[in-house]
């Protein structure tokens, strides 16, 4: 069984950085895909971030400059790092796991099959 926890968020003001974790246990990362979505309250689950076993990443277009999405293997934890956040990135920040091994990801929530209950991140104006 895949379990996800993250860890990390908080609040801070409107321009300040923060960084969520994501730690795997029951299985290695290491040859899947790692996601990171969001819900604000009263929306619907959002994409985020990506990356790919190969490393590779993808953004929404909202974050795309700000967050970096990274993985440290080793330590079978993906990482998110926002940078320049706004009030408008307040939200449940959910970390998912690709479900096949080799299985290039992006947005779509089907391609994931794990998911972390979340960590709120709340960003003030």
């Known amino acids: 069984q895949v379990r996800l926890v993250e860890s990390g968020g908080g609040l801070v003001q409107a321009g300040g950085s923060l960084r969520v974790s994501c730690a795997a246990s029951?299985?290695?990362?290491?040859?899947?895909?790692m996601g990171w979505f969001r819900q604000a309250p009263g929306k619907d689950r959002e994409f985020v971030a990506a990356?790919?076993?190969?490393?590779?990443?993808i953004y929404a277009d909202s974050v795309k400059g700000r967050f970096t999405i990274s993985r440290d293997n080793a330590k079978n934890t993906v990482y998110l790092q926002m940078n320049s956040l706004k009030p408008e990135d307040t939200a449940v920040y959910y970390c998912?796991?690709?479900?096949?091994?080799?299985?290039?990801?992006?947005?779509?929530?089907?391609?994931?099959?794990?998911w972390g209950q979340g960590t709120q991140v709340t960003v003030s104006s």
């Open positions: 029951g299985r290695t990362i290491t040859l899947y895909g």
């Open positions: 990356i790919n076993w190969s490393g590779s990443t």
């Open positions: 998912a796991a690709g479900a096949e091994s080799y299985a290039y990801i992006g947005g779509r929530e089907s391609s994931y099959g794990y």
